[in-house]
């Protein structure tokens, strides 16, 4: 498939490629595109034809359902039956923005979208550009992040052409995405409403607004349910293509179990995942910071371009410090053991 690249750093240009994107999205095409988040990739959400695209493009498993991206809290009328009173106060406080919400969804919603499910997750994001291709479109845009299942989700647009050059008829090219790690996904169905992926948006920010929420144990633990709430729970996330170990214990005792684990694998391209307060403790492999432990918003942009900076340097195994999980710091914690298979040491 030839795909084109819809550059936007101008005004004009941006103009002219959101109608030509949008005018694809209208035909049933699929388009890569920037979202607050990370970069999605998107189709027509009524048409499901256009929706088995992305499953198709990403080899991504049909049971695991897609999120809805909106324009305008109007839209929202064409997807669900009932908006519960907690959703409504938190799309008023969080959207647009990285919280996707749970609702039960309307016949209008094809199955392919929900995988058979009878709720639908929507989001209102806030990128311009994402918001410009929605109403270029006339419809709303269903959208798993833009890369080959398994592999880091996309957050620069180097990153979505590698994976998706080939496999979508067009890729929006625009800046790195701001937050980094997917939205925050909060079944409204439920009472308490349960948060089935930490992101953008905290626990305790949710908590200020709708009063307690539960949290789903596969958010920290490798937990999958015995029916899984959130499908996209039991598959393997966001991998390196080098083997990632998370490395447990105080700094002294990380630094002594990685320079233990790189003289066992001398043959090996060693990685090291550190911190700017940390990554001078090591004196081998090849050492890559996330941030400032003082900055959790920092890591959490870093970490899926970091896991591919890795790739490209041919890592074969990646050693990376364990996160000390807080309110700020669970979904990066959440991506980081997903990312690692929960392989700790
Ligand atoms: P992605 O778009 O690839 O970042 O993944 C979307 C996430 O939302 C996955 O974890 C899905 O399993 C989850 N999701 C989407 N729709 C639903 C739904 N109706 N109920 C529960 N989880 C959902
Ligand atoms: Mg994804």
Known sequence: MKTELFKTDSPLLGVVHLTKAGELIARGETVVFPTETVYGLGANALDESA??????A???????????HIADRDDLEKLVTEVPE?????????????????????????????????????RFP????ALGLIKSAGVPIAAPSANISGRPSPTKSEHVIEDMMGRVSA???SEDTDVGLESTVVDTT??????????????????AVIGRV?????????????????PGMKYTHYSPKGDLVIVKGTDA??????????????????????????MGNYHSGIIISLGSRENPEEMSHNLFARLRTFDDLGIEKIYAEDIEVGNDTLALANRLYKAGGYHFI
Do not use: C, Y
Request: charged share 25%.
């Open 51 to 56: 929706v088995k695209k992305i499953f198709e």
């Open 58 to 68: 990403k080899g991504r498993p049909a049971d695991n359902p897609l999120i809805v």
């Open 86 to 122: 907690k959703a409504e106060k938190l799309m008023d406080a969080f959207w647009p923005g990285p919280l996707t919400l749970i609702m039960h969804k309307s016949s209008g919603v094809p199955e392919v979208v929900t995988a058979g499910l009878d709720t639908v997750a929507v």
């Open 126 to 129: 806030s990128n311009l550009i």
């Open 171 to 173: 890729i929006i090219v």
């Open 190 to 207: 439920t009472e308490p409403p349960t948060v089935l992926r930490p992101g953008g948006v905290t626990v305790a920010e949710l908590e």
């Open 214 to 230: 539960q949290v789903s144990p596969n958010a920290i633990e490798n937990v999958i349910p015995e029916k899984a709430k959130s």
């Open 253 to 278: 005792e990380k630094v002594e179990k990685i320079n233990r684990h790189i003289k066992k694998h001398e043959e090996m391209q060693i990685g090291i995942l550190a911190t700017d307060e940390t």
